[in-house]
T-cell receptor
Framework: ELKVEQNPLFLSMQEGKNYTIYCNYS?????LYWYRQDPGKSLESLFV?????AVKQEGRLMASLDTKARLSTLHITAAVHDLSATYFC????????????FGQGTRLTINP | DTEVTQTPKHLVMGMTNKKSLKCEQH?????MYWYKQKAKKPPELMFV???????INESVPSRFSPECPNSSLLNLHLHALQPEDSALYLC???????????????FGEGSRLTVL
């Protein structure tokens, strides 16, 4: 059974600092997704990573995928308050029907 | 158009009521999903429809009954729910992941359900 673990689960940081969120998963997959969720809102797609070594960047966020290590990272550069949200990674089980399994989420708070 | 539309946005129902949640997409996606999300938790998959056929049922209680009338519509019929079923119900859709498709899920805004 596919399991997805994120760490840290809570992250409080200051504006201007850099940090990384980690996403580990338990079985082979080459499809990983990052989503953002604001309180009381739905999930917004951030990145789609579809192969080993994939790297995507959007503004202050950069995501990467290492399928051999079963690890994805979401790196935040020079954080700003607007990035405060909960970030989820999700992994496609790839066997059978498409099924995304979500990590627990990382609640990110960026303080001025 | 990259929108998934869910109605209603909020629903309050008693344990003896029957209600339905509705979801619509016009992106030509052939897979549609229902997820349940409790506060401060990740979304949990309930059902997957692929090409209008139920392909995954994650052992969801029968008081939740999904229906896919056509490739653009997905319903979730609710009957005799319990207070612990109160949650945000998210609908999503995606292209088939074969070939060059990314399999990316696009989520609706959700229906917030309260069961009294």
């Amino acid at each position: 059974e596919l399991k997805v673990e994120q760490n840290p689960l809570f992250l409080s940081m200051q504006e201007g600092k850099n940090y990384t969120i980690y996403c580990n998963y338990s079985t082979t997959s080459d499809r990983l997704y990052w989503y953002r969720q604001d309180p009381g809102k739905s999930l917004e797609s951030l990145f789609v990573l579809l192969s080993n070594g994939a790297v995507k960047q959007e503004g202050r966020l950069m995501a990467s995928l290492d399928t051999k290590a079963r690890l994805s990272t979401l790196h935040i550069t020079a954080a700003v308050h607007d990035l405060s949200a909960t970030y989820f990674c999700a992994v496609d089980q790839i066997q059978g029907a498409q099924k995304l399994v979500f990590g627990q989420g990382t609640r990110l708070t960026i303080n001025p | 158009d990259t929108e998934v539309t869910q109605t209603p946005k909020h629903l309050v129902m008693g344990m003896t009521n029957k209600k339905s949640l509705k979801c619509e997409q016009h992106m030509g996606h052939r897979a549609m999903y229902w997820y349940k999300q409790k506060a401060k938790k990740p979304p949990e998959l309930m059902f997957v429809y692929s090409y209008e056929k139920l392909s995954i049922n994650e052992s969801v209680p029968s008081r939740f009954s999904p229906e896919c009338p056509n490739s653009s519509l997905l319903n979730l019929h609710l009957h005799a729910l319990q207070p612990e079923d109160s949650a945000l119900y998210l609908c999503a859709s995606s292209q088939d992941r074969q070939g060059a498709q990314t399999g990316e899920l696009f989520f609706g805004e959700g229906s917030r359900l309260t069961v009294l």
